[in-house]
């Protein structure tokens, strides 16, 4: 794949996405669509002529996010016979200038709604204009990114807003979709949350089974620390005991596994400041207001990403030329 046209990079990195990562999992979902042919069904009902002007709309209340993805999405594709071509063998430019996007193919985006925003039913987020095959054939992989990332988004606006003037953070879990890590993280950001690890090598989490392999907390952190001198370095935590180990090491952050609320505010007391605490393990929306009452700076929730269900947006049909 060529290199993208300028500013379209800057655009995306400024959301922290990597352009290539977005278009590479576009790529990817149409290359699924069309690793049995052509869309079929659009090319026989719908005439190659023939324009239209469809709208995202909410169903369901939440945070939308995605809808940048939403543009790489109608940039990438193509119309008529020439789709298949297009998506999987050729680069096709994508311009986004603003808040409406120009693809190749004549296709305009325009957004109504920015991500992060809150939404409720009926509300239009964004409004797609060009080839009606196109769109039709675009519409599952744009609902399918646009849907999945505003369920991340409006479940971490719940626990969001669930610890807010608390003085915690709710953050992810590397528990992602394989290849779409990137996109789901940020979905995390547009709700409110806050991102852990990218990958296992921005920053070093000791785990039980870290401890169990080098035979001690202290023995674990040491040989991390001579390995990686420059990065952070976490340490989870099943005991009081392993906090204050941990403390005495000057491990930058502890997670609490598993801790009971008064555990929790024993281990804050404990610690006093010297390190970064997280609470882990079974915690649930309804007691997280109580969970950030115990002085943790974090509240790390998996279920963020690996639990949450896609929001409810449709594409409507407003318009045929």
Known sequence: MSALPPGVGEKLALLGLDPADVVRVVRTAFAEDFSFGPDVTTLATIPAEVTGTADFVARAPGVVAGLPVVDVVFAVVGDGDGFAESVLHSAAPIVVPDRTLRGFDGITVTH??????????????????????????????????????????????????????????????????PGLRMLEKYAVRCGGGVNHRMGLGDAALIKDNHVAGAGSVAAAFAAVRERAPDLAVEVECDTLEQVLEAVEVMADLILLDNFGVDEMRR???????????????????????????TGVDYLAVGALTHSAAALDIGLDMVGLV
């Open 112 to 177: 109504r709604f920015s991500d992060g925003d809150r939404i409720k039913p009926g509300d239009v987020l964004a409004t797609v204009h060009g080839p009606l095959r196109a769109i039709l054939t675009a519409e599952r992989t744009a609902l399918n990114l646009v849907t999945h990332l505003s369920g991340i988004a409006s479940l971490t606006r719940l626990w969001s807003d669930a610890v807010e003037g608390a003085g915690a953070r709710v953050r992810d879990t590397r528990k992602t979709l």
């Open 267 to 293: 281990a804050v007391e404990l610690v006093g400041g010297r390190a970064l605490l997280e609470a882990s393990g079974g915690l649930r929306l309804e007691t997280a207001a109580e969970v950030a009452s």
